[in-house]
T-cell receptor, first 117, second 112 residues
Framework: NAGVTQTPKFRILKIGQSMTLQCTQD?????MYWYRQDPGMGLKLIYY???????DKGEVPNGYNVSRSTTEDFPLRLELAAPSQTSVYFC????????????????FGEGSRLTVL | TQLLEQSPQFLSIQEGENLTVYCNSS?????LQWYRQEPGEGPVLLVT?????EVKKLKRLTFQFGDARKDSSLHITAAQPGDTGLYLC????????????FGQGTRLTINP
């Protein structure tokens, strides 16, 4: 069972370049998330989705875009890369519910380390 | 924006010692989760606490949710080198519970 798969694992971008971080999950989870993790700063929510066709902003959405055309895929787009976007990006999914014995657990990918020079 | 403050941010102790990590907020959360993260990997859930005053045990790890659901603690008894890692608490806000708020993490090192 693959769980949450992110690609690429590492990427170096020049200022102003664009790229897409790919995320796919095979657990049929309804919720998907993108977080960024900076040293000593924990995880900050960029965007999330509660189902196909529905996305919403998190705490730090500026400079990013997302789409959710299928349950499985939730790509994150950086349009004009800036040094401030140097970070480790984590995609996560969840079968969100705190009823029926579910824990609301987030399942994370292994992360994508992005450097903008 | 709701904030979760973890303390300490860094902790290095000897094998066999006990330790407690704290996760505090001025806001009330509907639930609180603890994750552990290894280098180069994503966080992995350890526990979810939902009820104020709830205590859950996972082998040598004891998790407690504060009575007012504003804080939580993680206590490790007889720490082992395998406990080394980054521990993150994450709270589910009352409004918008799907948007977890993460603390900044506690980096724990257990020395043999």
């Amino acid at each position: 069972n693959a769980g949450v798969t992110q690609t690429p694992k590492f990427r170096i971008l020049k200022i102003g370049q664009s790229m897409t971080l790919q995320c796919t999950q095979d657990m049929n989870h309804n919720y998907m998330y993108w977080y960024r993790q900076d040293p000593g700063m924990g995880l900050k929510l960029i965007y999330y989705s509660v189902g196909a066709g529905i996305t919403d902003k998190g705490e730090v959405p500026n400079g990013y875009n997302v789409s959710r055309s299928t349950t499985e895929d939730f790509p994150l787009r950086l349009e004009l890369a800036a040094p401030s976007q140097t970070s480790v990006y984590f995609c996560a999914s969840s079968l969100f519910s705190l009823t029926g014995g579910n824990t609301g657990e987030l399942f994370f990918g292994e992360g994508s380390r992005l450097t903008v020079l | 924006t709701q904030l979760l403050e973890q303390s300490p941010q860094f902790l290095s102790i000897q094998e066999g010692e006990n330790l407690t990590v704290y996760c505090n907020s001025s806001s009330v959360f509907s639930s609180l989760q603890w994750y552990r993260q290894e280098p180069g990997e994503g966080p992995v859930l350890l526990v979810t606490v939902v009820t104020g005053g709830e205590v859950k045990k996972l082998k040598r790890l004891t998790f407690q949710f504060g009575d007012a659901r504003k804080d939580s603690s993680l206590h490790i008894t007889a720490a082992q080198p395998g406990d080394t890692g980054l521990y993150l608490c994450a709270g589910a806000p009352i409004q918008g519970a799907q948007k977890l708020v993460f603390g900044q993490g506690t980096r724990l090192t257990i020395n043999p």
